[in-house]
């Protein structure tokens, strides 16, 4: 058997294989995540040479610094390379595991973990496992390595959509812009309540004319009600992005585009804000999304602003960072917390909010409701969306909320107001293009030319 010492390419070998083959690599440990995420990266918005390059030498740093950490500490080698391996593998790939195991554990036994504490649940698995493999297994990373190699050779292999390359710039796509002309001073309120269906859609799966009752309350109130608009867009973001640039959806390639795009390249530079601000009217954000210069009320869609967020959206940093924000003076609230707290807020203190509101402006609220989940405590406790009879129940408690609310808001015929579901529900025998609309305010010649719910950015710019 030839000796390491007797040739430089057998020594090198054996280090390289000392080195990367039995020891702790964080740059193994990144590779399959940056594979997976890679064409994603390269075809976003925030994408350019420089920016991947950065990434890149970063990772090799962050390496050769972990090298130099274990030489340092000798001693402490195999915990230190046990605690930051398994910290690096949680923070990369702990995300795609914390919905399953909610689910797993509430749909099943009825229990409630809080994201973090699945996190710190997956941190103590992972360590626990490295102990028994390394530490048990003479402190050998070989096993664990190998699988990473063959790992990143899959996801770097790996295509999410064959027919990403070929769609359009985003920029490219046209508005259908309708020039439509309304009456009137008054601010304008656009209330978006999140996944509504149609009254009449429903009323064809269920045959049960109470779903009625809530458009026929608003008609007898002075609203003009569509019991079954029209969306194109079945995703919130890709809706509220082509209502607020005068209807993009008439382009098929549109639906195709990433919420990175979408937010990047339409959301911050709204044609409909644009067109307004050149008016003199203010912009009021109660919604879900950065809008023009204007941050969102609730960050409740996890979406990338920069190339670092997009290398990082499928980690747990996006989560960390949505988590860690303080909500109607609450910290640390889970995902459906944020969501529940949200629309609460804006339930019960819209109109206080709209106090400070200046005359000359547009203001925009969204309401993640009837959309899953189905939780408005204590009022209505949590359910799970298992059947349409489970979204009908929901929906007709969002009815009596909204309701309410826009009592309040039309009491002193202060406002213009227009409510509108951004599509339908999904995932049911429901038409998820199929939602719902009302007017207060408006000309009944102006709404007619609304033929779908993305031409409502049209009816608002005219407005003004």
């Not at 664990?144 to 899959?154: G, Y």
């Not at 210069?293 to 190339?307: E, G, H, V, W």
């Not at 579901?421 to 199929?434: E, V």
Request: charged share 20%; glycine share 6%; hydrophobic share 40%.
């Amino acid at each position: 058997m030839l000796k390491q010492e007797s040739n430089p390419l057998i020594g090198a070998y054996f280090n390289f294989k000392e080195t990367y083959f039995k020891k702790a690599s964080l740059l193994l440990i990144v590779l399959p995540y940056l594979g997976f995420n890679w064409r994603e990266l390269v075809l976003s918005p925030f994408y350019s040479v420089p920016a991947i390059a950065t990434l890149l030498f970063t990772i090799l740093i962050i390496e050769l610094l972990f090298k130099l950490l274990l030489k340092l500490f000798t001693k402490q080698e195999v915990w230190l390379s046990v605690i930051i391996s398994a910290i690096l593998i949680v923070f990369f790939y702990g995300n795609y595991l914390v919905d399953p195991i909610f689910n797993l554990f509430h749909k099943n036994w009825g229990i409630i973990f809080r994201g973090k504490s699945i996190v710190f649940f997956l941190l103590a698995l992972v360590i626990a496992m490295q102990y028994y493999i390394v530490v048990k297994r003479k402190n050998n990373y070989q096993y664990l390595n190998v699988f990473l190699i063959l790992f990143s050779v899959v996801t770097f292999s790996f295509k999410h959509d064959p027919n990403e390359e070929h769609l359009k710039d985003i920029l490219t796509i046209k508005n259908a812009y309708k020039p439509i002309t309304t009456k009137g001073s008054k601010p304008v309120i656009l209330i978006i309540t999140d996944e509504y269906n149609s009254p009449n859609n429903l009323y064809r799966l269920t045959k049960d004319s109470s779903v009625f009752e809530f458009s026929s309350q608003l008609k007898k109130e002075g609203w003009q009600v569509k019991d079954s608009a029209y969306s194109y867009e079945t995703s919130t973001i890709n809706s509220v992005g082509s209502i607020f640039n005068f209807n993009l959806s008439h382009d098929a390639s549109y639906a195709k585009m990433s919420m990175g795009t979408i937010g990047a390249k339409k959301l911050r530079h709204a044609a409909l804000i644009d067109s307004i601000n050149k008016k003199g009217i203010s912009f009021i954000n109660f919604g879900i999304f950065d809008m023009g210069t204007t941050k969102a009320y609730s960050q409740l869609y996890i979406y990338p602003k920069s190339f670092t967020e997009q290398f990082l959206l499928y980690s747990c940093y996006l989560f960390a960072m949505r988590s860690g924000k303080e909500l109607n003076g609450k910290k640390g609230l889970g995902k459906n917390e944020i969501i529940m707290e949200h629309n609460k807020y804006f339930v019960y203190h819209l109109k206080d909010e709209l106090k400070q509101v200046p005359h000359n402006s547009f203001v925009y609220v969204h309401l993640f409701m009837p959309h899953a989940p189905l939780q408005f405590e204590p009022e209505f406790k949590r359910k799970e969306l298992k059947n349409l009879n489970d979204y009908v129940q929901y929906w007709h408690f969002c009815n009596t909320k909204l309701s309410g609310l826009l009592k309040e808001l039309t009491q002193n015929n202060q406002y213009r107001i227009i409510l509108t579901g951004d599509h339908g529900l999904r995932g049911m025998p429901t038409n998820p293009h199929a939602t719902f609309t009302a007017y207060y305010g408006f000309d009944s010649t102006a709404i007619q030319k609304v033929k779908s719910v993305q031409d409502i950015g049209s009816l608002i710019n005219g407005a003004f």
